[in-house]
C-alpha cells in the first residue's frame, strides 16, 4: 500500500507542478470505505507534507484507520459527506488544483451510490481541472471495462501492479485518461496468470511485422485477393486496395465492375483487375463497400473457394452478412459496432435475444468475444479501442488512433493493411520457429494477434498524420499516406533494440 500511494503522489505532484507551483496547491481526496481509500489517504499524507493544502471527503462512515491517522498527523483536514452537502461540496472540489478519486477499486461490486454518486455527477459536470484516478476511475468494472455511471473521468489513472482488462477496454477506457503503472512488487504473480486481454508493445509489433528477406519475390511476398467496392461505393475499392500496396502486400490482384477497376487502376496502376479465373493468392479481403448481386456473388465465389483451400479470409462490412454456418480461426471479421449487433442478430445461436448497437458498445469486450465463440472466427471489433478476440477468448487491445479516423472510408484503409500483412505472414504464421512462436502465441491466437498489429500501424498512421497537421483532421487517404512511414520506424524500432 506504501508503494502504491509512493506512486500515485509522486504522479500527483508532477502533474500539478506542470501547472503550477506544488506548494500552496490545493488537493482533494474522495476516499471510500476500502483499500482503494487507504491509498488516497496515504497518497495526500504526502502530499500534505510537501506543502500542498489538503482536504478529504470521506465518503463512508468507516475509512481505512491507519491511512486516516496519517493523513490526520500530516495535517490534512477532514470532511464527511453526507446527502446534504454533496452538491456544496461538488462545487469546493472543483475549484481545487487536483481531485483524486479514491472512492471504489478492484474491490467494487456495482457502481457508486447515494451522497458518493451525487459527488461525482456534480463533479462531472463541473469539469475540474485536474483529476488524478486511484487504481482506476470509481464506478468502472476492473475486469471488463463496463461503466456504472456516473464516472468522474480522469486525465490520468495511476494503477498498481498490471494494467487491469477494465483500462484496456471502452467504455472505461474513455474514463481513464492517460493510463500509468505502478509497479507494487507483485508483477511477478501477475506474469503467471494466464493473460486474457493483451496489448501489444511497439516493440511486439516490431517483431511480428513482415520484412522481406533478400531473396524475396513478389509471388513469395504474399498476394492478396480484393472483392471490395461497387458502383455504389467505388471508394472502398479505391481505399482498399491502395492500403494493401502501401502495406506491403507483393501483388493486389482486385475483383469488381469496371466502373470501379477502372477508378482502382488510376490509383493504383500496380494492381491488377481481374476478370474471370482470378489466379493464385495468399489471402482474400472480400467486403468493404460491397453492394449489389453481382459483386456479392464475387465475394460469396471467393470466399467459398478459400473456405475449401484454407486460405486466410477478411469479411468486411458488406461480406458480413455471407458467412459460412462455421467459420475458421483464419477468417477474420472486421465489423464496428453497428454491425456486430446485426452481425449476432442474424446468428442462429444469439436466440431470441436483440443485441444493439448501444448494447455493443457498453459491452464491447463482452460482445466481440460472444462473436468470436458463436462464428469460430477472429473478430476484430473497430472502435476508439480496437478489439480483436480469437475463438478461444484471448483478446487484443490496441488504442494508438486519435479520434480524428471517425471518418469515412478509414475502415476501408485498416482492411487494406490487414489484408496485406494477411497475405504477406499467411504462409508462415504457423511455424515453429516464426516471430509468432518466439513471442509465445497459442496457434490458434495467432490470426487475432496479426489483425491487432494491422489495427495498431493503422492507428499510428493516424496518429502520425493527424499530428503532421499539428493535429489537426484527417482523411483516410491520409491515414493511408503514413502507413509506409510507421511499418518503416517499427521495423527500424525493432532491429536497434532487438534481443
Ligand atoms: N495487492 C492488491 O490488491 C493491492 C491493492 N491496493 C488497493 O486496494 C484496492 C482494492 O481494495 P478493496 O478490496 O478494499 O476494494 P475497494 O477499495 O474497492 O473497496 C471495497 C469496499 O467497498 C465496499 N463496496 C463495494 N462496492 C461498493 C459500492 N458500489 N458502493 C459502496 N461501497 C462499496 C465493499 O463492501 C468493500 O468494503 C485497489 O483498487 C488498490 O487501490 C493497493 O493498496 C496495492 C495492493
Ligand atoms: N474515436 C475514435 N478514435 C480512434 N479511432 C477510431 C475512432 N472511431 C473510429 N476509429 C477507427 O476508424 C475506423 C473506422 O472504421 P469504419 O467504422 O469501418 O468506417 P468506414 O466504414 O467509414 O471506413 C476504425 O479502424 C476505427 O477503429
Ligand atoms: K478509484
Not at 98 to 122: H, N, P, Q
Not at 472 to 487: D, E, N
Request: aromatic share 4%; with cysteine; net charge negative.
Amino acid at each position: 500500500m506504501q508503494r502504491a500511494a509512493y506512486g500515485l503522489a509522486h504522479a500527483v505532484a508532477r502533474e500539478v507542478k506542470k501547472r503550477r507551483k506544488l506548494a500552496g496547491a490545493s488537493v482533494t481526496v474522495l476516499v471510500g470505505k476500502g483499500n482503494n481509500g487507504g491509498d488516497g489517504l496515504f497518497a495526500a499524507a504526502l502530499l500534505a507534507r510537501r506543502g500542498m493544502r489538503t482536504t478529504a471527503v470521506l465518503a463512508a462512515a468507516e475509512v481505512h484507520a491507519e491511512a486516516l491517522a496519517a493523513f490526520v498527523a500530516a495535517g490534512g483536514r477532514g470532511v464527511r459527506l453526507e446527502a446534504a452537502n454533496a452538491e456544496e461540496l461538488a462545487v469546493l472540489c472543483a475549484g481545487d488544483d487536483v481531485i483524486i478519486d479514491a472512492l471504489l477499486g478492484t474491490g467494487a461490486r456495482g457502481g457508486l451510490r447515494d451522497a458518493s454518486a451525487e459527488l461525482v455527477a456534480s463533479l462531472q459536470e463541473l469539469r475540474p481541472r485536474l483529476v488524478v484516478a486511484c487504481d482506476l476511475p470509481s464506478g468502472l468494472d476492473a475486469n471488463t471495462g463496463e461503466v456504472h455511471w456516473p464516472v468522474l473521468d480522469a486525465d490520468v489513472t495511476v494503477t498498481f501492479g498490471g494494467i487491469k482488462a477494465g483500462l484496456m477496454a471502452d467504455p472505461g477506457e474513455g474514463c481513464a485518461g492517460r493510463v500509468e503503472r505502478v509497479p507494487i512488487g507483485i508483477e511477478k504473480q501477475l506474469e503467471h496468470n494466464s493473460p486474457e486481454l493483451r496489448r501489444l508493445t511497439a516493440s511486439d509489433i516490431g517483431a511480428l511485422l513482415p520484412n522481406p528477406g533478400r531473396r524475396a519475390h513478389k509471388y513469395s511476398r504474399g498476394v492478396l485477393g480484393v472483392v471490395a467496392g461497387s458502383a455504389r461505393f467505388a471508394g472502398a475499392a479505391v481505399l482498399s486496395v491502395h492500403a494493401a500496396a502501401l502495406a506491403g502486400s507483393g501483388m493486389v490482384r482486385y475483383l469488381g465492375p469496371q466502373a470501379a477497376a477502372q477508378l482502382v487502376l488510376a490509383r493504383t496502376p500496380e494492381a491488377l483487375w481481374e476478370t474471370d479465373d482470378p489466379g493464385r493468392v495468399q489471402a482474400w479481403l472480400l467486403g468493404s463497400g460491397v453492394a449489389g448481386e453481382e459483386q456479392l456473388e464475387r465475394a460469396r465465389d471467393a470466399g467459398s473457394s478459400a473456405l475449401a483451400d484454407g486460405l486466410p479470409v477478411i469479411v468486411d462490412a458488406g461480406a458480413l452478412s455471407l458467412l459460412p454456418d462455421r467459420c475458421p480461426p483464419h477468417w477474420i471479421l472486421t465489423p464496428h459496432a453497428g454491425e456486430l449487433a446485426t452481425l449476432l442478430g442474424s446468428l442462429p445461436s444469439t436466440g431470441e435475444v436483440k443485441v444493439t448497437r448501444d448494447d455493443v458498445e457498453s459491452r464491447p469486450l463482452h460482445y466481440v468475444r460472444q462473436a468470436a465463440e458463436q462464428t469460430g472466427a477472429t473478430v476484430l471489433l473497430k472502435g476508439a479501442t480496437t478489439l480483436v478476440s480469437s475463438p478461444s477468448g484471448v483478446v487484443f487491445s490496441q488504442s494508438d488512433g486519435t479520434a480524428w479516423m471517425a471518418t469515412a472510408g478509414s475502415g476501408d484503409v485498416l482492411a487494406g493493411v490487414l489484408g496485406a500483412l494477411l497475405a504477406q505472414a499467411a504462409e508462415s504464421i504457423n511455424d515453429d520457429d516464426g516471430a509468432y512462436a518466439r513471442l509465445g502465441l497459442k496457434l490458434e491466437d495467432r490470426w487475432a494477434a496479426l489483425a491487432a498489429v494491422a489495427a495498431s500501424v493503422h492507428g499510428r498512421a493516424g496518429a502520425l498524420a493527424s499530428a503532421n497537421f499539428d493535429g489537426g483532421p484527417l482523411t483516410a487517404s491520409a491515414i493511408m499516406a503514413a502507413v509506409p512511414r510507421v511499418i518503416g520506424s517499427l521495423n527500424a524500432e525493432y532491429d536497434r533494440t532487438r534481443p
